[in-house]
């Protein structure tokens, strides 16, 4: 009996001719992966080509509610975004297929999983540590690590030596990755740093000129810091996600282009577009705002930094994550609320926010002097803030004299 691998296969140019390579090289039987996390692909397509290259096997596993729940929204409630513009949509993904993967090939009984990731990027360190930490005694198979093709060129040729069809892949030149979260856009006119992406490189969102010439209001309810409702209607989390991406889609909203450091150390230049997302990271913070207190507020900005970075780097399955993951969920119990933004062109604007958890108070917000704040209090609070000040100064003007 053969020894069995299980490829996380999305049935694109790299992983379609990876199960040929497989089964000549390693004369696995190759066991694909299929994670649906949103990518919006023809299911049964990708299955039946599957086949058609050489796998005995396909396992079709449905992961979108888990990776909203899970994954995504833990990110949300950290308000993780990396340097500052990436919402981890690609990052967030890569844990929870690789977890699948795992649990497919100890169903399975196989030896050894394999990916199709190049030697270049991030992902092939965020499944390989996710591998390692869930099981660890599984051989990886990294075919880009391995193999002697070196170009989209050389992948192209290789599939039609081995009769996969591959005129779809010719006339794409952008790598893209899809979820419910995202789709990134790499590779063509983007390799440039200097050059402007195409027109035609944006896939789900409208641009600025083409969106609404009027804004459009939308109201998102927060429950200890997890989205659940648009515009009062509660929802499910994969429902409610494709609801605001296609409301942040039609105002041109949530395209980023970044140049980013990659965790291997190269710069690498990709577009993104994660509308509804770029909506619910907007009115997290919000409803935050209004609702923690300032030294947690100002802890945790922190912690969702280093949460991007665990992320982004593929720490996933880590005790820290953990860690921070417990200090976030006690950071999240009183966001609960409602959010209302405007949207228009591109733009996203707060004009409104309530929670019955809100620190805001008007009696000591407002210019009108109540009983509940007396300004004579602060002149001691100043003077003792001040003292360090105040003993500096007069050092260097004893020394002066």
Request: aromatic share 8%.
């Amino acid at each position: 009996m053969p020894e069995k691998v299980v490829l996380a296969y999305s049935g694109g140019l790299d992983t379609s001719i990876i199960i040929p390579w497989l089964r000549e090289n390693y004369s696995y039987d190759v066991i694909a992966m299929v994670g649906d996390v949103g990518q919006g692909d023809d299911l049964e397509a990708v299955v039946e080509k599957a086949y058609a290259t050489g796998a005995s096997k396909v396992v079709v596993e449905d992961l979108r509610e888990e990776f909203l729940t899970e994954y995504v929204f833990r990110a949300l409630q950290a308000d993780a975004v990396y340097e500052h513009k990436y919402l981890l949509g690609t990052s967030l993904a890569r844990p929870v297929i690789a977890k699948h993967q795992v649990e497919v090939a100890n169903r399975e009984g196989a030896t050894a999983v394999a990916h199709g990731c190049t030697g270049k990027g991030n992902d092939q360190v965020r499944f390989e540590l996710a591998y390692q930490s869930l099981a660890p005694e599984l051989k990886v198979i990294a075919p880009w690590r391995e193999w002697t093709l070196k170009s989209r060129e050389d992948c192209l040729d290789y599939a039609e030596q081995h009769g996969i069809p591959v005129a779809a892949s010719r006339e794409k030149i952008h790598s893209r990755d899809r979820n419910l979260w995202h789709i990134s856009h790499e590779g063509g006119e983007l390799e440039d740093a200097g050059n402007p992406p195409l027109d035609s490189t944006w896939q789900i969102t409208r641009s600025p000129q083409e969106a609404p010439d009027q804004a459009e209001q939308v109201a998102i309810g927060f429950e200890r810091g997890i989205p659940i409702a648009v515009n009062g209607m509660k929802l499910d989390p994969v429902s409610l996600v494709e609801l605001l991406n296609e409301i942040g889609a039609r105002n041109a909203i949530g395209r980023v282009d970044l140049v980013e450091n990659r965790f291997v150390g190269i710069k690498s230049r990709g577009c993104y577009e994660t509308p509804g997302g770029t909506l619910l990271i907007a009115a997290h913070r919000e409803l935050e705002a209004l609702c923690l207190e300032r030294e947690v507020a100002h802890f945790k900005q922190h912690v969702g930094l280093k949460y991007a970075e665990l992320v982004y780097f593929g720490l996933w399955f880590t005790p820290l994550r953990e860690a921070l993951d417990a200090f976030v969920e006690i950071t999240q119990k009183d966001i609960t609320g409602s959010v209302q933004l405007s949207l228009y062109k591109g733009n996203v604007a707060v004009v409104g926010r309530e929670s019955e958890y809100s620190l805001y108070r008007t009696d000591l917000a407002g210019f009108t002097m109540g009983e509940n704040y007396d300004q004579k209090d602060a002149e001691g609070f100043i003077r003792i803030l001040g003292l360090p000040a105040r003993s500096r100064a007069r050092a260097r003007m004893e020394i002066a004299r």
